[in-house]
């Protein structure tokens, strides 16, 4: 049995299919999701997946730093509305990323910091996306007044920065992309870290394995269904087992009446 700790199920590239998808998910063994909102406009469609499917879907409603300038001017008290209307719900996705191109960087850490406050007044788990800012997701995390329980989803990190948010208390996620050669570096990484705080994830439609985890196909995005082979491989690579993963996962997220 897995546990698929962020998707992007809701995400318009599954329009059509997600029934489909949902059912071969269950077909290869994963038993709970994670469905990620990343801006006002997928959230009704992340919260109508959560009430089709209690029981296999773990909703969590963000706004992530790539879709701050489309954003509407009240998100804010939205977002906290959608959060108390699903009590197991949780934050994100949010963070920071100066990948992009022309980041707005101050306009991010300031609705980073304001969900980061949301979150830890309501005490819901967050999952954070980071890429090239980790110095200020640090500075942030820290002079935060509290922190709500964090999830750094697909850590791409150095072993010193996963090291300084393990003791923040954060937990983190792999997918299948650091299955890819050219990421084994960032897998020796993950494998250092501590084994009560990994996850497994896929990010789909995004993060596409390699081709021999994609059991599942269309066009070229990833299908959350891959988690099985991710899981399978990442089990062959590492000494973590998939019962700890799925225990970690559980803890996080607090997803009640599961057994293993």
């Not at 299919?17 to 998910?25: F, G, L, S, T, V």
């Not at 994670?34 to 992340?46: A, E, I, K, Q, S």
């Not at 959060?83 to 963070?95: H, I, N, S, Y």
Request: net charge negative; glycine share 6%; hydrophobic share 40%.
């Amino acid at each position: 049995m897995l546990i698929d700790s962020h998707n992007h199920l809701a995400d318009p590239r599954f329009d059509g299919r997600r029934d489909r998808i949902i059912e071969e998910m269950k077909s290869a063994s994963i038993v709970h999701c994670v469905v990620n909102g990343t801006h006002p406009v997928d959230w009704p469609v992340v919260a109508d997946l959560a009430e089709k499917h209690p029981a296999f879907i773990t909703p969590s409603f963000g706004l992530h730093p790539w879709r701050i300038q489309d954003s509407p001017d009240d998100w804010l008290p939205s977002l906290e509305e959608y959060l108390q209307r699903f009590p197991r719900a949780g934050l994100g996705e949010c963070g920071l990323d100066r990948w992009m191109t022309e980041p707005d960087f101050p306009s991010q850490i300031q609705v980073f910091e304001n969900q980061l406050a949301l979150a830890a007044k309501l005490n819901r788990p967050t999952t954070i996306h980071c890429l090239k800012a980790w110095g200020p997701l640090l500075d942030c995390l820290r002079s935060a007044p509290a922190l709500p329980p964090i999830l750094i989803h697909s850590f791409g990190g150095s072993l010193e920065t996963g090291r300084e948010l393990a003791k923040l208390g954060a937990y983190f996620s792999f997918s299948g992309y650091f299955l890819h050669q050219r990421k084994a570096k960032q897998l020796d990484i993950l494998t250092l870290l501590p084994s009560d705080r990994l996850l497994l994830e896929t990010d789909a439609p995004d993060m596409l394995p390699p081709a021999d985890c994609q059991k599942y196909h269309f066009a070229s995005l990833n299908h959350p269904a891959n988690l099985q082979k991710i899981s399978q491989a990442f089990l062959d690579r590492t000494q973590i087992t998939i019962g700890q993963h799925i225990s970690n996962s559980v803890r996080f997220f607090k997803i009640g009446g599961f057994s293993r």
